[in-house]
């Protein structure tokens, strides 16, 4: 190997093992950290994150990937591997230290005035702190720049490919579609209650590793415990945690968040290690990431195949409340359409109402259109609008997402991008796979798995969302595989 791109391979990985370390103590700090360090652990992680981008900006570790760059015997992977982290340090560079401190303590303050003001169920607490926080993201995106619409620049902090104009288009789309699959499908006399029935917490907990072992997550390189939100974190492809949260009157939530985050872990596991600390290691985008997850929870994990295998199981687990319940029950409870006020609960139809309605509000922010002032109203109508329903009060309308408090302005759209995304695979691993559901049905996972890594996993970021999707299904991203997914779901 070349001496310079081993010095630059080497600086790589010292970052990545600071940031690692400082995603263990943050992983560790929401599931067994003992309360009363909460500050003195924040003050760890900020001492090991900070050396993490110091190093990542230094102009020696520049300097070397230059030199590289003009380099004629590079391998195709190591370009492209210095090619990736050096936009990315040119990026990182663009703001500084000072714009960094004064973003992280206005994060703080809004972060702090979000908590009290969804105690005290009152948006206008917030609303201050969060102008300030939106109008330093405004100077945020002129600092990055872009073409079209300066949030465009905020969302390519989560999403390369994605700009207001191929959102604005997505959505379109999109949009019409859902509502006729709503208006078609909601039904609001499916039987749910068994769903509620009291499941106990150890027996819950015992079936979600069950799940994450049956969908290929391997038990010496990972962990199942329990937090307040779900998550997935990754130290590196040997070692990937998920997080799920129990309630003992609720049998969908572990369950799906199990499977959901598993399909995270999964893509994680799936990255090569050799290219550890170094971007053909590292996720692509949020969208593909969240499009893993969502073609396990949603594709897989909603899929009638899936349960003709794991309802008996469940049932095993389960016989008290789950023994009496046919197959065919048990699907209608799990793919209920009806609109709903909260968005990490919406299924499959309504989900991205919920999102476009943040969108909306995030880009009309972003360019000014429209006041901090007036979120909670403008939310409280959209809602009204495009799903019918009354808001009752902020803590369940435009209180309940943490994203913009901590300045996550441009990350909502990935969610249905991910979605999106998931239904393309999907629907390219059934015309790859003829016979998959009835492997699924058998219980079998195996070529799933298989098929992820192979397309999709073994890549790290060496494609972006877009091209990734073009060179595994032959098409760009494409709502109407999405509409027709959900229509042949809810066919059914
Ligand atoms: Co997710």
């Given at each position: 190997?070349?001496?310079?791109?081993?010095?630059?391979?080497?600086?790589?990985?010292?970052?990545?093992?600071?940031?690692?370390?400082?995603?263990?103590?943050?992983?560790?700090?929401?599931?067994?950290?003992?309360?009363?360090?909460?500050?003195?652990?924040?003050?760890?992680?900020?001492?090991?994150?900070?050396?993490?981008?110091?190093?990542?900006?230094?102009?020696?570790?520049?300097?070397?990937?230059?030199?590289?760059?003009?380099?004629?015997?590079?391998?195709?992977?190591?370009?492209?591997?210095?090619?990736?982290?050096?936009?990315?340090?040119?990026?990182?560079?663009?703001?500084?230290?000072?714009?960094?401190?004064?973003?992280?303590?206005?994060?703080?303050?809004?972060?702090?005035?979000?908590?009290?003001?969804?105690?005290?169920?009152?948006?206008?607490?917030?609303?201050?702190?969060?102008?300030?926080?939106?109008?330093?993201?405004?100077?945020?995106?002129?600092?990055?720049?872009?073409?079209?619409?300066?949030?465009?620049?905020?969302?390519?902090?989560?999403?390369?490919?994605?700009?207001?104009?191929?959102?604005?288009?997505?959505?379109?789309?999109?949009?019409?579609?859902?509502?006729?699959?709503?208006?078609?499908?909601?039904?609001?006399?499916?039987?749910?209650?068994?769903?509620?029935?009291?499941?106990?917490?150890?027996?819950?907990?015992?079936?979600?590793?069950?799940?994450?072992?049956?969908?290929?997550?391997?038990?010496?390189?990972?962990?199942?415990?329990?937090?307040?939100?779900?998550?997935?974190?990754?130290?590196?492809?040997?070692?990937?945690?998920?997080?799920?949260?129990?309630?003992?009157?609720?049998?969908?939530?572990n369950t799906w968040s199990t499977i959901h985050e598993g399909g995270h872990a999964l893509y994680e596991l799936g990255l090569p290690i050799e290219e550890y600390g170094l971007p053909l290691g590292t996720f692509t985008s949020l969208s593909i990431h969240e499009s893993q997850s969502r073609f396990w929870e949603n594709c897989v994990g909603k899929?009638?195949?899936?349960?003709?295998?794991?309802?008996?199981?469940?049932?095993?687990?389960?016989?008290?409340?789950?023994?009496?319940?046919?197959?065919?029950?048990?699907?209608?409870?799990?793919?209920?359409?009806?609109?709903?006020?909260?968005?990490?609960?919406?299924?499959?139809?309504?989900?991205?109402?919920?999102?476009?309605?943040?969108?909306?509000?995030?880009?009309?922010?972003?360019?000014?259109?429209?006041?901090?002032?007036?979120?909670?109203?403008?939310?409280?109508?959209?809602?009204?609008?495009?799903?019918?329903?009354?808001?009752?009060?902020?803590?369940?309308?435009?209180?309940?997402?943490?994203?913009?408090?901590?300045?996550?302005?441009?990350?909502?759209?990935?969610?249905?991008?991910?979605?999106?995304?998931?239904?393309?695979?999907?629907?390219?691993?059934?015309?790859?796979?003829?016979?998959?559901?009835?492997?699924?049905?058998?219980?079998?996972?195996?070529?799933?798995?298989?098929?992820?890594?192979q397309n999709i996993h073994q890549y790290g970021k060496k494609y972006d969302s877009e091209q990734l999707c073009k060179k595994v299904t032959d098409s760009t991203l494409d709502s109407t595989i999405f509409l027709k997914y959900l229509e042949d779901k809810f066919s059914k």
């Amino acid at each position: 190997m070349d001496s310079l791109y081993t010095e630059f391979v080497e600086q790589s990985r010292k970052i990545a093992d600071l940031q690692y370390a400082a995603a263990v103590l943050e992983w560790d700090k929401e599931t067994y950290m003992p309360a009363k360090s909460a500050e003195i652990r924040s003050q760890q992680i900020a001492t090991l994150s900070e050396t993490a981008h110091t190093w990542l900006i230094d102009p020696a570790y520049e300097n070397v990937m230059q030199q590289l760059l003009e380099q004629k015997d590079l391998s195709e992977n190591e370009l492209d591997n210095v090619k990736i982290r050096l936009k990315e340090v040119l990026r990182l560079k663009k703001k500084t230290p000072a714009f960094v401190r004064k973003m992280s303590e206005t994060v703080s303050k809004a972060y702090h005035k979000w908590i009290e003001a969804r105690r005290k169920n009152d948006f206008s607490i917030y609303a201050p702190a969060l102008e300030e926080l939106i109008n330093l993201k405004k100077e945020e995106a002129e600092i990055y720049g872009y073409e079209e619409h300066p949030y465009d620049a905020l969302l390519q902090e989560y999403e390369e490919s994605a700009s207001v104009e191929m959102l604005d288009k997505v959505f379109a789309d999109l949009l019409p579609g859902l509502s006729e699959i709503l208006e078609k499908y909601k039904n609001k006399n499916i039987d749910t209650h068994f769903l509620h029935k009291k499941y106990d917490a150890a027996k819950q907990l015992e079936w979600g590793k069950y799940l994450a072992e049956q969908m290929g997550l391997d038990k010496d390189k990972t962990r199942l415990d329990i937090s307040e939100h779900p998550f997935t974190t990754n130290f590196s492809a040997t070692d990937v945690r998920i997080t799920t949260r129990i309630d003992e009157n609720d049998f969908s939530n572990n369950t799906w968040s199990t499977i959901h985050e598993g399909g995270h872990a999964l893509y994680e596991l799936g990255l090569p290690i050799e290219e550890y600390g170094l971007p053909l290691g590292t996720f692509t985008s949020l969208s593909i990431h969240e499009s893993q997850s969502r073609f396990w929870e949603n594709c897989v994990g909603k899929n009638g195949a899936f349960w003709y295998h794991y309802l008996p199981e469940a049932q095993r687990f389960f016989p008290e409340q789950l023994s009496e319940i046919k197959l065919e029950v048990f699907m209608q409870a799990v793919n209920r359409i009806e609109p709903s006020l909260i968005r990490t609960e919406a299924d499959e139809v309504t989900y991205h109402f919920h999102i476009y309605i943040r969108y909306l509000i995030e880009k009309e922010l972003i360019a000014g259109t429209i006041s901090t002032k007036d979120i909670s109203k403008i939310w409280n109508e959209k809602y009204k609008e495009l799903l019918g329903i009354d808001v009752p009060d902020d803590k369940s309308g435009c209180l309940q997402d943490i994203h913009w408090s901590i300045g996550s302005l441009g990350y909502f759209p990935t969610y249905s991008l991910g979605s999106l995304y998931a239904a393309q695979f999907w629907d390219k691993l059934k015309s790859d796979n003829p016979n998959i559901e009835s492997e699924i049905s058998n219980g079998n996972l195996n070529t799933t798995l298989q098929w992820l890594r192979q397309n999709i996993h073994q890549y790290g970021k060496k494609y972006d969302s877009e091209q990734l999707c073009k060179k595994v299904t032959d098409s760009t991203l494409d709502s109407t595989i999405f509409l027709k997914y959900l229509e042949d779901k809810f066919s059914k």
